[in-house]
């Protein structure tokens, strides 16, 4: 069965200090995506990357960086320098491939609150 | 401006009516989705389409139906049966279905609040 796990429930920091938010996912497909959204206080998720398994390079996208290692099943997402605009929820995904009516489905985390204090 | 529109963006209902969720997008996406969202729960799938007049269940679809008559449209109606409809609810699309390195793009939510 396909799953992700988010384990930090809420994670709080000052402003200009760095936070990783963990992912860890499971399946048992050699192709599969991984996705990262954001859920700002309104309400709507925004999509900000996808990763194939096949490319573990990581990403680097201004202070957001994306670190996926297949070894350890693990897709962290990382913020420098965080701001308050940060404040959000997080949500990790894996594209569901069973090959049935289904695939391309997303299967979500639980997602990680973010809090960044001034 | 191309995107997904859901309304209302507040709802009230009261216990034993059934209530119809809309959603509507522009994208000229195949497939759309419908999700529940409750504090500490993340996003569970009710229904999705994957085409035209067709639609299928998803984990939590007790107490909800869909239709999908146009591309477009995708309303969600929470009925009676439900028992605890009080949540947050999104609506998504993405460009075609059964495609595993499609994103979904998500419209604002509509919070249903049952009195």
């Known amino acids: 069965a396909q799953k992700v796990t988010q384990a930090q429930t809420e994670i709080s920091v000052v402003e200009k200090e760095d936070v990783t938010l963990d992912c860890v996912y499971e399946t048992r497909d050699t192709t599969y995506y991984l996705f990262w959204y954001k859920q700002p206080p309104s309400g709507e998720l925004v999509f900000l990357i996808r990763r194939n398994s096949f490319d573990e390079q990581n990403e680097i996208s201004g202070r957001y960086s994306w670190n996926f290692q297949k070894s350890t099943s693990s897709f962290n997402f990382t913020i420098t320098a965080s701001q308050v605009v940060d404040s959000a929820v997080y949500f990790c995904a894996l594209s569901e491939t069973n090959y049935g009516g289904s695939q391309g489905n997303l299967i979500f985390g639980k997602g990680t609150k973010l809090s960044v204090k001034p | 401006d191309g995107g997904i529109t859901q309304s209302p963006k507040y709802l009230f209902r009261k216990e034993g009516q059934n209530v119809t969720l809309s959603c509507e997008q522009n994208l000229n996406h195949d497939a759309m989705y419908w999700y529940r969202q409750d504090p500490g729960q993340g996003l569970r799938l009710i229904y999705y389409s994957q085409i035209v007049n067709d639609f299928q269940k998803g984990d939590i679809a007790e107490g909800y139906s869909v239709s999908r008559e146009k591309k477009e449209s995708f309303p969600l109606t929470v009925t009676s049966a439900q028992k605890n409809p009080t949540a947050f609810y999104l609506c998504?699309?993405?460009?075609?279905?059964?495609?595993?390195?499609?994103?979904?793009?998500f419209g604002p939510g509509t919070r249903l609040t049952v009195l």
């Open positions: 998504a699309s993405s460009i075609q279905a059964g495609v595993v390195s499609n994103e979904q793009f």
